[in-house]
């Protein structure tokens, strides 16, 4: 009986123990937890500041962003993160880390191999630290620009001429020949000279001589730059072009030096020119973005540009009475009234070329091909880029 009374005993104990030990478990736990909030509570909140949470860029464009990490104490890492939709969760694109600074920037590069479809789930991620909680800020981009290879043309461009803004670019920095769209930058320096438009202006032998010069240019005859001026925009004579930079600067040399020094002053990186007309010529080339800006610029500038490029038809009279009829050959007048007129041209080392102005709600967009193979690809894709106004002008690049 006795041996009975110990083993009850001793198992009673054991379980009280059990139950000491049980209870100081879950107490121990709970507050450690509860230790772990107030921690957690008591950390400062980590801010991300300086990025939107909706962003629309070209995917050719470089896509970049400064933000602020705040509190960046420690160095701490910084995540830029994609979402995976088949693996559904966020995957680390890039890392960086910040400055050990109250508050640290850090310029956020997303790479153009990684948004390459028209929308993405976006988000830079701070982990925590043991004074600041962690931080998320999540961003959609859309990518517009996605399909250019449907233009035949080797490059183009789309400039909002009002906000300065590119929404479309195809090898927009491609160092081609352009043909007669270097007509727009010979009369951009002429509607920045002294120069009046009924000023009149000897036909020299150079200019006579120049081929593709209608209507017919004689030696000694004489235009007014406003009948040079028609018959360049809208014939495109070549010889009218020899005459507007002579009677501008003395010499076509002096005038090209002058287109060079305005090209420069205005950013054209990628424009070098030689002559006045643009004949094929080596060192004599420029690119979409360029042609567009100088298109859009010119048309912004003056009003009697605006005027010239907008008429089907100019009569042009000489001081000795010579007289014709110059019709532009540009057939994006009937298409659309928004359309409001444009600077074709053609050579055989330049294929065909165009550069004009779309009007969409109120804005003017400037719009460049170069190098399409066939007349019927260059208004083709000039078509697809007046679509393409209409369809993305309104969305904020």
Sequence with gaps: MINVHKNEGRK?????????????????????LANDNIDEADKITTKISGIASSINALRES?????ITVTPANGTRTVRLQLYNSKEKMYKTIKKYVTADADSAKIKIV?????????????R???????EARSAEKYINITTRNIVHKELHSKAACIICVDDNKIIYVKNSQKELKQASTTKVMTAALFFESENKLNDYVRVSNKASNTPYSTPWMAPGDSYTFRALLHAMLLKSSNGAAVSIAEGVSGTTKLFVKEMNNKAKELGMNHTHYTNPH??????????????AYIMGYTYKNNKTFREIIAKKKYTVKSKRGRKQVVNTTDLMKDYSDKHKGGKTGYTSGAGLCFTSIYEHKGKDYAVCVLGAKKAEYRWSDMKKLYKYIDKYASTKY
């Design 278 to 291: 643009g004949l094929d010529a080596k060192k004599h080339y420029s690119c979409a973005h360029d042609v």
């Design 12 to 32: 009673i104990l054991q379980k009280s123990i059990a139950f000491v030990l049980c209870v100081f478990f879950l107490f121990s736990t709970f507050t450690c």
């Design 110 to 122: 997303f790479p153009k191999k990684h948004r390459k479809k028209v929308c993405g789930k976006w």
């Design 62 to 66: 470089t896509l970049e962003r400064t």
């Design 124 to 130: 830079i991620y701070v982990s925590k630290t043991k």
